[in-house]
């Protein structure tokens, strides 16, 4: 009866390691995890990548929409400061006020990409439910 029980436990072990190793190769598969940002140009040369992206999403409790405010108010003023206009898509996704901001930059310098980018990152620091990404696709960009 031990030893039965023992065999069911190594097999349950067994199983469970297999089940990890092919998840570890499904996410090394994934194209973000694969794409390093020395592979990437710092402007968008692609129609799906985006130098940023910034999604607000929601845990059940709606949007932290100060910060969706305060970044949308920082690109017009970034705008201003560079005195270029910076061309983003705005793109509202779910039902508590889920946002995503895709953000090319092309319009921008190499070095006020990366002004622009590190401006957002200090803004939002303090915000808890946000992703912020480069060289990554806009997730939920509206077709046509």
Same mark, same amino acid.
């Given at each position: ?16 390691? @297999? ?12 194209? @973000?995890?694969?794409?390093? *940002? @020395? ?5 968008s040369i692609t129609d799906d990548l985006y130098r940023l992206t910034v999604s607000f999403y929601s845990i059940g409790m ?29 793109? @509202?996704?779910? *039902? ?49």
């Amino acid at each position: 009866m031990q030893m039965k029980l023992y065999l069911n436990i190594l097999l349950i072990i067994a199983f469970g390691l @297999s089940q990890c190793k092919n998840h570890e190769k499904a996410v090394k598969a994934s194209p @973000s995890e694969t794409i390093t *940002r @020395s592979e990437l140009k710092t402007d968008s040369i692609t129609d799906d990548l985006y130098r940023l992206t910034v999604s607000f999403y929601s845990i059940g409790m709606g949007t932290e929409n100060d910060f969706i405010q305060r970044f949308e108010d920082s690109i017009g003023t970034f705008s201003g400061k560079v005195n270029k206009t910076i061309d983003y898509s705005k793109n @509202s996704w779910g *039902r508590e006020g889920e946002t995503d901001f895709c953000l090319k930059l092309n319009e921008l310098s190499e070095k006020e990409q990366l002004e622009f980018i590190q401006e957002t990152r200090k803004l939002l620091q303090d915000a808890k439910w946000v992703h912020v990404n480069e060289n990554a696709p806009c997730r939920h960009l509206r077709k046509g």
